[in-house]
């Protein structure tokens, strides 16, 4: 598959994960597209740009309630964060921290922000979410 392939596929996956959660269904019928776009980003190096840049994107919003289907929803952002370990993701959260909770990371507890950097930790708590780790 060429990458543009690959990235229109990283889309699909995204938008599915976004019906699902927004549909509340809940995290173990979102969880094989899950996997899979996770899967595809290992596979297609040349996706990490693009799916950083979402993220930064995601991130860029002050609230879930101005996310629409260009963002990417903050479960699989963890999840993201817990299988790959890529040290953008904590930059990024950083970033957010700084932006819109003045450099406190205190004030941002309940945020994406906040949370990102335990998924980073093999006892993630929010593992016991997905059943792949059960």
């Known amino acids: 598959m060429d ?7 990283l889309n ?5 994960i976004c019906n699902i959660i927004d ?10 597209t899950m996997f899979d776009a996770i899967r595809l980003l290992r596979n297609y190096s040349e996706l990490k740009p693009v799916f950083l840049k979402k993220v930064a994107d995601t991130f ?10 260009s963002t990417i929803p903050r479960e699989f952002i963890e999840l993201c964060a817990h299988e790959l370990r ?4 904590l930059e990024l959260a950083k ?24 998924a980073y930790s093999d006892e993630w708590e929010d593992r016991m979410f997905y059943r792949r780790y059960k």
Not at 3 to 9: D, P
Not at 60 to 69: C, E, G, T, W
């Open 3 to 9: 990458i543009k392939c690959a990235e229109g596929l």
């Open 12 to 16: 699909i996956y995204i938008q599915n």
């Open 23 to 32: 549909s509340f269904f809940g995290l173990d019928h979102a969880e094989s």
């Open 60 to 69: 860029a919003l002050r609230d879930r309630d101005n996310f629409d289907y």
């Open 86 to 89: 890529w040290p953008e993701f």
């Open 95 to 118: 970033e957010r921290v700084k932006v819109y909770f003045y450099g406190d990371i205190t004030l941002a507890a309940g945020d994406v922000a906040y949370s990102i950097r335990d």
